[in-house]
């Protein structure tokens, strides 16, 4: 039951000469005199009309049917003080001079509108409902039109769904007969919906009826939804929920009787009552496909759409077979195909036949194709995508395979579709491509936290659509505690307009390894990397590619002389022999090439399709460094609907050195992110350094918490993902959340054992104590330092050198397992204002001696 507010009478003030205002007064509008019956028929002797300021006499008399010469009664004259009322240009008639046919015509005229003015409006902006008023200044006022657009302002109102604003009008009377009319506006709160009632349903329960449904209860798990406040449309499409809910699960009878909305007494609330009639379930008959195309196998198609006799009545199959049906004409080249289901209900058996008759239909060409709506990209970076040219015959594989193209370009709106339409001739199809351009180019300026690199601050500037040829440029800084990048890059996708795409980078890179003792983590060995890579790419097929690519890079790998050398050397002691092994400088030249599958629907954000990718690259033409290493990558999606997006993904390596053992800076690592759960290289082969204490006889071990490891990576990996999206309501999907939930799987093994050391391992099997071995502490440079005669350090060589005792450990090797490290967790994106935030919370299962593990990672800020 809707309540429909009515307008009250209109207040009038009287706005003296001096600016004050005189008390308000209700008018109502004068009745006119009753004429005077004459006592005989006369005509009219003279009209005059007095009263009339903007509008002529002529005017006047043109409203009514009363002339000189002409008899008159008193119907006449009544009827023309309506004609003169009905004109909306005076509030007040009346007519003098019946007696003698001396006819004068007194009208008061109805004043001008000088100004429109709202107040209390604050959740609907002026600007919104100046565009539903009619009224306007220097318009003639009338009731009428007051009326109207109060009911128009409390209508905008509703769609908000405020059903308890309430809007009064007055005026202001000014000179020379103008007004000023003023809206007063009561917004109210929004009317929510307290309740939503169910009533006929048995086979559902009411709380399986409502999540069907758009509108939502006002509760508190509801209060930051949109969908609880009334809204008429939602009404309607919920009506359609339910139909399209119980004509998926089989009940093809189904009714929505009534659908009543309520307002409560104080218009805050709306209960809503649904009828409903769910009728017997139906189960799918025979099945039948009857076409008019002589290309289609009608048994074959009937068995490929999917509905199996006996199965349950589902009304979602037979749209899905009506698609097919149509995908399935559209490859034959049939572009304007007439799918239509002929339903065979049988109410006693509760089955239902279904036969789709295919209409016949001729097969159709590309007569042209549109590209509308781009101003910065270039035709032709669009048409290059469309797998179709005008001339060729029409294919609905083609069109959507050029649809899933495009949208991977990621320059603009998301779910682009190209439209077909007749085209001047029954066998020929336009194709339009309707494109909205959307910002290609990035600046980022962002600083963040990472639960493993601490601070980062990032500076970055890419351009996707470069001067809208599709070139791609970019160039990026960052800076955290373990990391730091300069790069730039250029793309090419077609060369020259071939199909040949190019493209180069020039980086430079630091990166600072560390170990762990206890919660603190310290650096070891430095990376500091310069080179460039040339890359280019060619397609094989639709779905294949095949790229190559040559880098050169200069690699310098040192250790902090200070604290891991003795005498200008790598002391093996206070840095372990791995770690020693792995220091100095060395040119690296490389040629690799990669075999890619892709049918991804989109590259930016999949939802269905597959991606394979086989790689080798083969360091040794030239420089210090000679291996093989060869990668495959897979990866499938599948979109569940709903929202639900199922993602698997697997990928493995090896690598092998050449006539050297592979360096411990160009092995394989493993930990997050690539597996959540564990904490960065924290799965694999790693040296843990166990410390002594000396003081008893035999030596013992420390707490573990003094200890330090070292990852060392392997020389090969494996890794598997299972990751599900899901899907959110549009509030947050607003907000840019995307939470997931995954397990991933892997391990990373191999490569030389290193050479471990044990400084107290003799004197325990000898049962005697553990002695300590004397350092010389060095400079920055790695220069010794001795002792002055005041007791402070020098370089120069004063005979007495400045020492400390170095800690007696025990090394172990760990990790170097290809059993599976297994870790599950929920994960959330976040596009926040302060840039992409991900958390992660993942527990590891299963895990090896040794593995580094962490329950809870974020970062915040740019990626890297």
């Known amino acids: 039951m809707f309540l429909v507010l009515g307008v009250g009478p209109i207040v009038f003030a009287t706005a003296a000469v ?115 008023v009619k009224l306007a200044p220097r318009q003639i006022f009338t009731r009428t039109a007051v009326r109207q657009d109060v009911a128009r302002i409390i209508e905008l109102y509703r769609r908000q769904g405020r059903f308890a604003a309430v809007v009064e009008p007055k005026m202001v009377n000014l000179d020379q007969n103008r007004v000023d009319v003023i809206f007063e506006v009561s917004e109210g709160p929004k009317s929510k919906v307290r309740q939503i009632n169910i009533l006929g349903n048995t086979v559902f329960s009411e709380g399986k009826l409502r999540e069907q449904m758009a509108t939502k209860e006002a509760r508190l798990k509801t209060l930051l939804s949109a969908n609880t406040s009334y809204d008429q449309d939602r009404l309607a499409y919920d009506q359609q929920k339910l139909r399209q809910f119980y004509l998926t699960e089989g009940y093809a009878d189904f009714k ?49 759409l999917g509905i199996v006799k006996g199965s349950w009545y589902n009304a979602k199959q037979v749209e899905t077979a009506v698609d097919s049906l149509s995908q399935a004409a559209g490859a034959f080249g049939y572009a304007f195909v007439d799918v239509s289901p002929d339903f065979q209900r049988d109410k006693d058996t509760l089955t239902m036949g279904i036969n789709f008759h295919v209409a016949e239909a001729k097969r159709t060409y590309i007569e042209r194709i549109d590209v509308n709506g781009n101003t910065q990209t270039q035709d032709k970076i669009i048409r290059r995508e469309i797998r179709l040219a005008e001339g060729d015959a029409f294919s609905s594989f083609q069109v959507k395979r050029s649809q899933d ?72 800084v960052s800076y955290s505690t373990y990391s730091k990048s300069v790069e730039l890059g250029f793309t090419e996708p077609y060369l020259f307009d071939t199909n040949i795409a190019l493209g180069g980078d020039i980086f430079r890179r630091d990166y600072r390894s560390y170990n762990t003792i206890g919660d603190t983590n310290t650096t070891t060995y430095t990376q500091l990397s310069t080179g460039f890579q040339v890359r280019a790419a060619l397609p094989l097929s639709e779905y294949w590619t095949a790229s190559t690519r040559y880098g050169l890079s200069y690699d310098q790998v040192s250790l902090d002389a200070a604290t891991y050398y003795t005498n200008g050397t790598c002391d093996t002691a206070l840095a372990g022999s791995y770690l020693c092994d792995a220091v100095g400088n060395r040119w690296t030249s490389s040629v690799g090439y990669s075999i890619i599958f892709d049918s991804l629907n989109n590259r930016l954000n999949p939802t269905k399709g597959s991606r394979l990718s086989i790689s080798q690259d083969f360091a040794g033409l030239g420089g210090d460094t000679h291996y093989l290493r060869s990668t495959i990558v897979a990866s499938k999606y599948w979109g569940l609907g709903s929202g639900f997006v199922l993602n698997a993904q697997a990928e493995g390596g090896h690598i092998q050195g050449i006539r050297q053992d592979v360096r411990l800076t160009d092995r394989f690592f ?79 093994f191999g490569g030389k054992t290193p050479t471990l050391a044990d400084s107290c391992a003799a004197a325990i099997v000898a049962g005697v104590a553990c002695t300590t071995t004397n350092r010389q502490y060095t400079n920055s440079s790695g220069a010794p330092l001795y002792l002055d005669s005041s007791g402070n350090s020098t370089t120069t060589n004063t005979g007495t050198p400045y020492t400390y005792a170095l800690s007696n450990y025990r090394e172990t090797y760990s990790g170097n397992s290809p059993k599976p490290r297994v870790s ?22 299963l895990k090896q001696k040794g593995d580094d593990t962490k329950l809870v990672t974020f970062n915040v800020g740019g990626q890297f």
């Not at 008159?72 to 240009?89: G, R």
């Open 405 to 476: 193209r495009i949208n991977s370009l990621g320059y603009f709106q998301d779910k682009f579709e190209i439209k077909q339409s007749q085209g001047s001739a029954p066998d020929r199809v336009v194709l339009t491509a309707d494109v909205q351009e959307k910002s290609t180019g990035e600046l980022s300026l962002s600083a963040g936290y990472s639960s493993l690199e601490k601070f980062i601050i990032q500076a970055s500037i890419k351009q996707r659509n470069f001067r809208g040829k599709g070139q791609e440029l970019r160039a990026s």
């Open 824 to 845: 599950i967790g929920i994960g959330v994106n976040w596009n926040s204002p302060f840039g992409p935030l991900r958390i992660d919370l993942a527990k590891a299962l």
């Open 18 to 132: 001096s600016g004050t205002t005189a008390p308000p007064k209700v008018l109502s509008r004068q009745q006119p005199p009753a004429a005077p019956t004459p006592a005989a028929q006369r005509p009219i002797r003279s009209i005059r009309v007095e009263g009339a300021q903007r509008v002529e006499p002529e005017t006047v008399l043109s409203y009514t049917r009363l002339r000189t010469g002409q008899p008159f009664t008193n119907e006449t004259l009544d009827q023309a003080i309506k004609d003169l009322y009905a004109s909306d240009l005076f509030a007040d008639v009346s007519i003098a001079g019946a007696e003698t046919g001396a006819i004068v015509l007194r009208v008061r005229e109805n004043p001008i509108i000088n100004r429109i003015l709202f107040e209390g409006n604050k959740r609907l902006k002026e600007d919104k409902i100046k565009k539903e």
């Open 256 to 304: 929505v009787i009534s659908a009543v909305a309520e307002l409560t007494p104080d218009k805050r609330d709306f209960i809503i009552t649904y009828v409903v009639e769910e009728g017997k379930r139906y189960k799918f008959g025979d099945v039948t496909v009857d076409s008019d195309i002589r290309d289609f196998d009608n048994t074959k198609l009937a068995a490929s």
């Open 670 to 748: 493993l930990g997050d992110p690539q597996m959540r759960g564990f904490d960065i290289r924290g799965v694999g082969p790693r040296v843990t350094r166990s410390y002594y204490d000396t003081s008893t006889i035999p030596a013992t071990l420390t707490a573990a918490s003094n200890n330090t490891s070292e990852a060392l990576g392997g020389d090969t990996y494996y890794r598997g993902r299972l990751e599900m999206e899901l899907p959110l309501g549009a509030g947050m999907r607003e907000l840019g959340l995307q939470p997931s939930i995954y397990a991933d799987i892997g391990a990373v």
